[in-house]
């Protein structure tokens, strides 16, 4: 077993992390970002441009996407769910979305109300406007191992989304667990079907802990090949249209786990410690992290 030198964390607490909680004020927010910032992280997911309806949390995307230009040294990037969501992060300023295809219908009906395969049709129209603003576009493919409605994810509709998405122009693909239930065994079964599929693209994946394996099952993601990985400081975050879906894998407790791994990382763990800590005081209530409660060893 050969483990990379170095992994690439994307910071998702403004976006996955804040999704399913009250709406809280943008001053706050900016506040969770020079702290997330001040951890040394090169990839930092701002915001989503989606209905303010349905995700209230996120309805202030463009007036924090008006901040990020304070911080040059960061790569920003923002979701997507639509063409038109599309277009509103471009005009923002951001040069980098994502855009999630679920690959269960009745999860990607819940999410943004069309069928997977509707939804990956618009992976086409996405990437057209993305590349006429120079924009990356990255297709992370959701419940890419169960659904909270459909049960167990065909692995075979995770593979034609991510043939389609490399068919039509993407810069990257990722695999989420959207709910927390895979394992190791089949985080490793899963990226090794997927890889052959898309070439040199490169391919991240999401794991949420809501079942106590998400950092188990990263740690298999990179051990498969895999050098980017989604966290939350805090371990903040779920998905509100997935019931029973909570925690992403902390960004405190991962790099915890990759640094004595002796796997590099750009994120400094006592300054993500204090990012979560910044985090959990402006939701006010208790946060997941293993690291928030025990901090890190102590060093003879």
């Known amino acids: 077993m050969t483990l990379?030198?170095?992994?690439?964390?994307?910071?998702?607490?403004?976006?996955?992390?804040?999704?399913?909680?009250?709406?809280i004020p943008l001053s706050a927010k900016v506040a969770i970002l020079e702290a997330i910032v001040a951890t040394g992280v090169r990839e930092v997911e701002a915001t989503a441009f989606v209905s303010p309806s349905k995700v209230p949390a996120l309805a202030d995307a463009a007036e924090l996407a008006e901040e990020l230009h304070r911080f040059p040294e960061v790569e920003f990037s923002a979701l997507v769910a639509s063409p038109n969501g599309a277009k509103r992060a471009i005009a923002a300023g951001l040069r980098s979305i994502e855009y999630v295809v679920s690959a269960s219908d009745a999860h990607s009906h819940a999410n943004v109300g069309r069928t997977s395969a509707e939804a990956t049709g618009q992976i086409a129209d996405i990437v057209a406007i993305a590349q006429d603003s120079a924009t990356s576009v990255e297709v992370i493919i959701a419940t890419a191992w169960d659904c909270p409605f459909d049960g167990p994810t065909d692995p075979q509709r995770v593979l034609d989304i991510a043939s389609a998405a490399v068919g039509f122009g993407v810069n990257r693909i990722a695999i989420a667990d959207?709910?927390?239930?895979?394992?190791?065994?089949?985080v490793a079964t899963l990226i090794n079907k997927v890889r052959p599929l898309i070439g040199d693209l490169p391919l991240g994946a999401h794991f949420h802990n809501t079942r106590g394996s998400g950092l188990a099952s990263a740690y298999a993601a990179v051990q498969a090949g895999v050098t980017r990985l989604d966290a939350a400081v805090g371990g903040?975050?779920?998905?509100?249209?997935?019931?029973?879906?909570s925690g992403n894998i902390a960004t405190e407790d991962l790099v915890y786990m990759l640094r004595d791994s002796d796997i590099a990382v750009d994120v400094e763990l006592a300054a993500a410690i204090d990012a979560a800590h910044v985090a959990q005081d402006a939701v006010g209530h208790p946060l997941p992290s293993a690291l928030l409660r025990a901090g890190d060893r102590i060093l003879s």
């Open 4 to 23: 990379p030198d170095k992994v690439d964390i994307r910071e998702v607490c403004l976006r996955d992390g804040l999704q399913i909680e009250n709406p």
């Open 178 to 186: 959207t709910i927390g239930t895979t394992t190791p065994r089949r």
């Open 236 to 245: 903040l975050g779920g998905c509100p249209f997935a019931p029973g879906a």
